[in-house]
C-alpha cells in the first residue's frame, strides 16, 4: 500500500531531521570520489550524465557532479554513476544560506552532459561554471561591483558574446573552471583578451540631415543607481514579502467546519465539550492537543519534510523566474528579459520602466514592439479586442496593464502572470486579469498564491493529498489547479446559488467516498483522522480569510471550499465520484 511505504520512507529519515523552525535552502551535489591527480578523460563513462568539477582538499582532488536543485534529482543521476563503476559515490548538500551574493556576466548556456568547446569562452578572462540537471551556464567574474562589470560588459560584448549580460549569483552554485573541467585543452586567462576586440574602421564624414533629438534617450543597458547583495530594490512599487499570516478563527460564528472537526477530536477523546460549531478555547486546545499526540499526524510531519511526496511541478523557466523576480531583483531580472527577446519579456520591461521612470519612448518602443511581435501572424480563433497594428503612448497604467493581459492571452500557459501584479495593483489586476481567454481559448495561468499559505494544517492536507493520489498526476492538471488557487485567493467573488450548491455537493460526496474508504481497513481510518484533521481546520481559516476580505459566513463558506478543492484534486477525485 502506498501510504505505508512511504510512512516507512519517514520513519527511517526522521531521525536525520532536526526540529529547527529555520528551513533552509540547499543545493545537491554527486561526490564521484577523491583523487591523487585526476583528469577529466579518467571519467569518460559519466560525462554525459552531468558536469564534473574538482575541488582540492588534503592533497587531494574531490570530483562532483551536479549542481541539483533537489534530492530527488540528484539520487537519479548517482544511480546511474554507481553502475557506471562508482559505488562509494553518494550525494551531499551544501546550503545556500552559507554562499555570498556574486556579480558575473553570462556568457552563454551549454547542455549539460555534452562537451563544451572552452576555447570559445576562454577569451572573456576568468570562467565560472553554474551548471543543473539539464544545463551549465558559463560565467565570467565576479567582479567587485556593478560600475566594474558594467566596464567589462562592453568590451566581451565585443569579444563575440553578443548576448552576454551581467547578474547576481548565489557562490555556492558557482564552480571556477580550471585545469581538470576543460580537460587541459586551453590557457586560462585572468582578463579578457583585448587583442582579438575588432579594430574600429576608419572615421569618413558624411553629410546628413539635422534630426530631432528624441525627448527620452534610447535605451542602453540598465544601470542601477544604488546595488545591494540581493539585488537592486526598485523605489517604487514596494515589495511585499511576508507569508500570508494565518487568521485567527473567530470564536463567535457558528459553522459546519469547526463542527465536523469537533466530531474527529470528539471520537478521538480530545474533545469533552458540547458539538456547538464554534471554535472556542476548548477547540483549539483538544485540536493542538490531537495534532501533537497522533501517531499518524507525526509521521506525516516528517514524510512533508523530506520533500518525498510533493513532486516539483512547473520548474520556473528564465523568463518565468525573471517576471517572479522582478520587484525583488531587478538588476539580474531586466538583464534575463532582455536577453530572452520574447513579446511577453519585453512587455515586462516595459512595465518595470513604466513604474520606476514613468511614461517615455523607451516603454512605448517595448509595448508596441511586443504586441506586434504576439500578434502578427498568429492564427486566433476570435478577432483581437484592440488594434495590434497601432502604435501606442502609454500615458496609464491600466492601459499598459490590459495590454500585457493581451499578450498573456496569446502567449497561454507557458509564461504564467505574477501573482505580485494583484498586489501592486489589486483595482487593475482585478478588472483586467479575469479568468477568460476570448483570444485563444486557453487563456492565461497564474502562479501559485498558495506558496504564501504555510500554515500548518494546509501543508499536512496537500502532503496526504498526494501521498493518496492513485497515480501519477498529470503536471498541467496541477499547474492549472494552482492557477485556480490563485484566483480565488486574489481575485474572489461571492458565489452563485448554483455554483454554491455545486461546490457544497463536491465536499459532501468527497467526505461519503473518504469514509467508505476509512471504513475497508483500519490503517485506512488512521490515516482518514489525520486528513481530516487537515481538511476540517484549513476549511475553517480559510473561511476566516475570506470573512477578512469583507465575505459573509455563507459566502466565505463556498469560497474557502473552491480554494480547497484546489488542494486536494485531482489527487483525492476517486472519492468525490
Not at 563 to 571: A, D, G, I, M
Request: glycine share 6%; aromatic share 10%.
Amino acid at each position: 500500500m502506498k501510504p505505508i511505504l512511504h510512512l516507512l520512507i519517514s520513519l527511517l529519515v526522521a531521525t536525520q531531521l532536526t526540529a529547527s523552525t529555520t528551513v533552509a535552502e540547499y543545493t545537491y551535489t554527486i561526490h564521484i570520489g577523491a583523487f591523487v591527480r585526476a583528469q577529466l578523460a579518467d571519467f569518460s563513462n559519466i560525462q554525459s550524465y552531468g558536469y564534473l568539477y574538482s575541488e582540492s582538499l588534503n592533497n587531494l582532488q574531490q570530483i562532483y557532479m551536479g549542481n541539483y536543485a533537489n534530492e530527488t534529482e540528484a539520487q537519479q543521476v548517482l544511480a546511474k554513476v554507481k553502475r557506471s563503476g562508482y559505488p562509494d559515490a553518494f550525494v551531499t548538500r551544501r546550503n545556500l544560506d552559507n554562499g555570498n551574493t556574486l556579480t558575473v556576466i553570462q556568457l552563454g548556456t551549454q547542455p549539460a552532459g555534452e562537451a563544451i568547446n572552452w576555447s570559445k569562452y576562454v577569451k572573456a578572462g576568468p570562467l565560472h561554471a553554474m551548471p543543473s540537471a539539464t544545463a551549465v551556464k558559463i560565467m565570467t567574474g565576479p567582479f567587485q561591483d556593478i560600475d566594474e562589470a558594467r566596464m567589462n560588459l562592453g568590451v566581451i560584448r565585443q569579444l563575440g558574446f553578443k548576448d552576454a549580460f551581467m547578474k547576481n549569483v548565489n557562490s555556492t552554485l558557482l564552480h571556477p573552471v580550471q585545469e581538470f573541467e576543460t580537460g587541459g585543452s586551453v590557457v586560462l586567462r585572468n582578463s579578457p583578451d583585448r587583442s582579438l576586440i575588432p579594430a574600429p574602421e576608419p572615421e569618413t564624414t558624411v553629410a546628413t540631415p539635422p534630426v530631432t533629438t528624441p525627448s527620452t534617450p534610447p535605451a542602453t543597458d540598465f544601470v542601477p543607481q544604488s546595488y545591494e547583495d540581493v539585488g537592486l530594490r526598485p523605489k517604487s512599487p514596494s515589495v511585499p514579502v511576508a507569508k500570508v499570516a494565518q487568521p485567527n478563527i473567530r470564536k463567535n460564528v457558528k459553522r459546519t467546519s469547526v463542527l465536523e472537526l469537533q466530531k474527529v477530536l470528539k471520537t478521538k477523546g480530545s474533545y469533552r465539550s458540547s458539538l456547538d460549531g464554534l471554535y472556542g478555547p476548548g477547540t483549539t486546545k483538544a485540536y493542538n492537543n490531537l495534532m501533537t499526540e497522533n501517531e499518524m499526524v507525526r509521521r506525516y510531519e516528517v514524510l512533508r519534510s523530506t520533500g518525498l511526496v510533493k513532486p516539483a511541478y512547473g520548474a520556473a523557466s528564465q523568463v518565468q523566474q525573471a517576471i517572479d523576480d522582478l520587484l525583488t531583483e531587478s538588476t539580474t531580472s531586466l538583464a534575463d528579459l532582455e536577453a530572452a527577446k520574447t513579446p511577453i519579456a519585453d512587455a515586462y520591461r516595459a512595465y518595470w520602466y513604466f513604474t520606476n521612470q514613468g511614461p517615455g519612448s523607451q516603454v512605448n518602443q517595448l509595448m508596441n514592439g511586443a504586441i506586434k511581435a504576439a500578434f502578427t501572424n498568429k492564427r486566433l480563433e476570435n478577432k483581437p479586442p484592440f488594434d495590434y497594428q497601432a502604435n501606442y503612448a502609454y500615458q496609464d497604467l491600466g492601459q499598459l496593464l490590459q495590454h500585457i493581459r493581451y499578450i498573456h492571452d496569446v502567449t497561454g500557459y507557458r509564461v504564467a502572470v505574477p501573482v505580485w501584479i494583484f498586489e501592486q495593483h489589486r483595482a487593475e489586476a482585478q478588472r483586467i486579469f479575469k479568468p477568460s481567454g476570448e483570444l485563444t481559448g486557453a487563456g492565461y495561468r497564474l502562479t501559485d498564491f498558495g506558496q504564501r499559505l504555510d500554515w500548518e494544517s494546509l501543508q499536512l492536507l496537500e502532503t496526504m493529498a498526494f501521498d493518496l493520489a492513485g497515480s501519477k498526476i498529470n503536471e498541467t492538471q496541477m499547474l492549472m489547479q494552482q492557477s485556480e488557487r490563485s484566483r480565488w485567493l486574489l481575485n474572489a467573488k461571492a458565489l452563485s446559488t448554483d455554483d454554491y450548491k455545486r461546490i457544497d455537493l463536491w465536499n459532501t460526496r468527497l467526505w461519503q467516498g473518504v469514509s467508505t474508504w476509512e471504513n475497508a481497513d483500519p490503517m485506512h481510518a488512521r490515516i482518514g483522522t489525520a486528513l481530516r484533521l487537515g481538511y476540517f481546520k484549513s476549511w475553517a481559516l480559510l473561511e476566516d480569510y475570506f470573512m477578512n476580505q469583507g465575505f459573509s459566513a455563507r459566502e466565505a463558506r463556498g469560497l474557502s471550499l473552491c480554494v480547497l478543492r484546489t488542494y486536494v484534486e485531482p489527487q483525492l477525485a476517486r472519492f468525490a465520484k
